[in-house]
Each structure stands twice: as C-alpha cells, then as structure tokens.
C-alpha cells in the first residue's frame, strides 16, 4: 500500500511514490477536482480527472492505492513498478501480498501471468468493500483476496511453497512493527527465497537499516531499491537473481530508483539489530 500526501489539488501533478507516499511536482495547466465515488470512514474512492479510467483509493490526507480500469498492469506507483521488476526477475508465479488496498500490484501480475497465483492478504474490511465497488476488484484467474492477518496466513503456510512475499502495508506511515520482526521475516523466508519490503523512511534511514537487519537475518542477501530519499524497496533472497539486470531495468524506469547490492547494504546495516517479537505486540501493530 502506497501513502502519498494530498498537496496543491487544484493542479496536475507528476507523482514519484517515496517513502510510503509520493511526491508531487505542480505543473502550469489547472486541473479539475477528483470526483469522490465512495466513501468508508476515513476511506475516499476518487476518480483522476486526468485519466479517465483511473481510481485512487485515499486514506484521510494519504493515497493508499491506485489502479486503471481500462489497464490492469498499469502501475501508478514507481516503487510497484520497481517491485515487479524484481519478482519478474525472480521468475515468481506464486506470490502472497500482505496488505492489499485496491491489489493494484497483484492484478498487475495476475493480468500478466493468469497462471500463476496472486495471494492478497488485507485485514481492513473497509478497504476491501471500497475497492471492490468502486476500483474494480473482481474475482479473477490468478488472484485471490483474503480478508485476513498477512502474518497468520503465512504462518500457516508449508515450507517453500511461495515464491515471493510482497510487504506493502502501512498504519500511517509506518510498517506495522509485528510485520517485520526477526521472527516474522525469518517465517517469511520459511515459505518463499525472495521477500520484498516497502519501507517508509526519511534520510537518517532508521527503518531501512532495522528491517534489512531483521532481513538479513532471515536471508544470505540483502539489497535495496530507491532514490536519495523516500520509498526503499528492501529485497531479501538468494544468489540466483541478476542484480546488475535489475539494476539497469530500474534504472530505465520513468522514475529511475538505484539498486543498492549487498555489501553495501551491509555496510548500511553496521551494528543495528533488528526487532525482536519479544519488543512488539505480536497482536496489533
């Protein structure tokens, strides 16, 4: 789930997804205002009066997800577009997604591969309902949606029998703590070789170095995605990817991230130790 921060509404924006959120860069032409299709609570379904199929999905003042109905592996968001690099890459069919909003990600991959398997675990009904009636959530080949708690449905899982875990979820702009845990990402590493993370953080980097160290506990490699600032993309996994492929597919982006390898990630780490169960409420966030 992408956070992005509601700025300058009246005019057209070029959005760069950065730590959770997006930032925006005004443009000359005036736009119109978003028309609000639904509303759950704090949730708002809106319509981009700039494309005409597509539907954002807000969280109070933040964006959470975005989709287009006319193209379902469109990606608004430049870290999604970087995460599917990576699970392309990976050759991942088999992929559970903890934290879903509008499942932009996995429609995304489903549409590409309706062979494969898009889990999307949510735990907020809320969130659902809206993208269900208003963004354009349906059953289809490849995806199933589940209205439950990412990390016990990946505890439930057999060993090896995934081949990617995505972690996109946010309470405010923060991971939820019990998410990325040594214990949670070592079940992580249990059940897929490869696992991804979205990490909000600013540039002292205190989430990014936490999770890689809790990721690095969990896998042999540790490298991330991103800019100078904002949205990190923290990928834990094995010797078989190709980095330096990943890192020019990445670097030819609209919104061209830089791969961090993993030595000097490792670096990045230094002595930070990662979060244990004992420290969190392994129940709550």
Not at 88 to 102: C, I, K, L, S, Y
Request: glycine share 10%.
């Amino acid at each position: 789930m992408s956070r992005l921060p509601s700025i300058v509404a009246l005019y057209p924006l070029r959005a760069v997804a950065r730590a959770g959120m997006a930032l925006f860069y005004p443009m000359s032409r005036v736009r119109s205002r978003p028309a609000v299709l639904g509303r759950e609570g704090d949730l708002v379904a809106e319509r981009d009066p700039l494309r005409p199929s597509g539907r954002l999905l807000r969280d109070g003042h933040m964006d959470a997800s975005y989709v287009d109905l006319a193209d379902p592996t469109h990606l608004e968001f430049d870290y999604m577009r970087w995460m599917r690099i990576v699970l392309r890459a990976a050759q991942a069919h088999r992929v559970v997604h903890v934290g879903g909003g509008a499942c932009a990600l996995a429609r995304a991959l489903a549409a590409e591969d309706p062979g494969g398997r898009q889990e999307v675990c949510e735990i907020d009904a809320q969130v659902l309902t809206l993208a269900r009636e208003h963004l354009g959530l349906r059953r289809e080949r490849g995806l199933r949606v589940r209205l439950t708690d990412g990390r016990e449905f990946i505890a439930g899982q057999a060993g090896a029998s995934w081949d990617a875990v995505v972690i996109d979820a946010f309470v405010a702009a923060t991971v939820p703590r019990r998410l990325i845990t040594a214990e949670a990402l070592a079940d992580v590493a249990r059940i897929a070789p490869l696992g991804l993370v979205n990490v909000v953080d600013n540039r002292a980097a205190r989430d990014v170095r936490t999770i890689a160290a809790a990721l690095s506990a969990a896998y042999p490699r540790v490298w991330t995605l991103g800019g100078r600032a904002g949205n990190t993309v923290l990928a834990g996994g094995g010797a078989g990817l190709d980095l330096r492929r990943i890192a020019a597919s990445i670097a030819a982006d609209p919104s061209p991230a830089r791969l961090t390898g993993p030595e000097a990630t490792s670096r990045l780490i230094g002595g930070t130790a990662p979060i244990r169960d004992e420290e969190v409420d392994v129940r709550g966030v």
